[in-house]
């Protein structure tokens, strides 16, 4: 089955691009929410997290308060690469079983990995897609979405991979930041959608400019 990796800055619009592709019948397994998955109450991720970073993280009806995580392991690098040799296993063999129990039929489907280049999961996918935008325009989403500071939306945008790291290693690219010339989502989504069936078929195509 091809595997098309969705990747992105956070506040690109990784979602309302992935929301597109599934209108299309397409598959989508999201590895944030795989995230959420992994640290359930329950899981015994749960417990090594809160054992690793401070038992105040857990809410009141018993699940990871993932918001004050973040934002503590922003403020200390070092914390954020405990954090991922802890979850990054975790969450990989979530997708792959998610994967194993599609359709066989199923001519690709769309694996939305917002650390793709960061965690090195490039040969976990046979195409790779980048969202892209400003990042002054990731930091104005991200600080109005989650109600932060300009200051540490900037810190969450410069800890990632960089927005000409991620076009580089990008096979296809979205833009979507919101420019006029930048054409319509959907449009853009069809038309990849069209060229990933034929790859899938082993047809010839052309990736749209």
Same mark, same amino acid.
């Given at each position: 089955?091809?595997?098309?990796?969705?990747?992105?800055?956070?506040?690109?619009? $990784?979602?309302?691009?992935?929301?597109?592709?599934?209108?299309?019948?397409?598959?989508?397994?999201?590895?944030?929410?795989?995230?959420?998955?992994?640290?359930?109450?329950? !899981? /015994?991720?749960?417990?090594?997290?809160?054992?690793?970073?401070?038992?105040?993280? &857990?809410? $009141?009806?018993?699940?990871?308060?993932?918001? %004050?995580? &973040?934002?503590?392991?922003?403020e200390e690098?070092?914390?954020? !690469?405990?954090?991922?040799?802890?979850?990054?296993?975790?969450?990989a063999q %979530?997708?792959?079983?998610?994967?194993?129990?599609?359709?066989?039929?199923?001519?690709?489907?769309?694996?939305?990995?917002?650390?793709?280049?960061? %965690?090195?999961?490039? $040969? !976990?996918?046979?195409?790779?897609?980048?969202?892209?935008? /400003?990042?002054?325009? !990731?930091?104005? =989403?991200?600080?109005?979405?989650?109600?932060? /500071?300009?200051?540490?939306?900037?810190?969450?945008?410069?800890?990632q991979a960089?927005?000409?790291?991620?076009?580089?290693?990008?096979?296809?690219?979205?833009?979507?930041?919101?420019? $006029? #010339?930048?054409?319509?989502?959907?449009?853009?989504?069809?038309?990849?959608?069209?060229?990933? =069936?034929?790859? %899938?078929?082993?047809?010839?195509? #052309?990736?749209?400019?």
């Amino acid at each position: 089955m091809l595997r098309i990796g969705l990747t992105g800055g956070i506040g690109s619009g $990784k979602s309302e691009v992935s929301r597109h592709f599934a209108t299309l019948g397409i598959p989508v397994i999201d590895t944030d929410l795989l995230a959420r998955e992994v640290v359930d109450p329950g !899981q /015994p991720l749960l417990q090594e997290i809160l054992d690793t970073f401070g038992r105040d993280l &857990r809410l $009141k009806d018993g699940s990871l308060d993932r918001s %004050a995580l &973040r934002t503590r392991v922003f403020e200390e690098p070092g914390l954020r !690469q405990r954090l991922e040799a802890m979850t990054h296993p975790r969450i990989a063999q %979530a997708l792959e079983d998610r994967v194993a129990a599609l359709p066989a039929h199923t001519p690709y489907v769309l694996l939305v990995i917002p650390l793709l280049f960061e %965690a090195g999961w490039q $040969k !976990q996918v046979d195409r790779v897609l980048v969202v892209d935008c /400003p990042e002054a325009v !990731q930091v104005e =989403r991200v600080a109005r979405r989650d109600r932060i /500071p300009i200051e540490l939306a900037w810190t969450m945008v410069r800890s990632q991979a960089s927005r000409e790291q991620r076009r580089r290693g990008a096979d296809d690219v979205i833009d979507n930041g919101g420019g $006029k #010339d930048a054409g319509s989502l959907e449009t853009r989504v069809r038309d990849l959608d069209r060229c990933y =069936r034929k790859r %899938a078929r082993g047809e010839r195509y #052309d990736t749209p400019a």
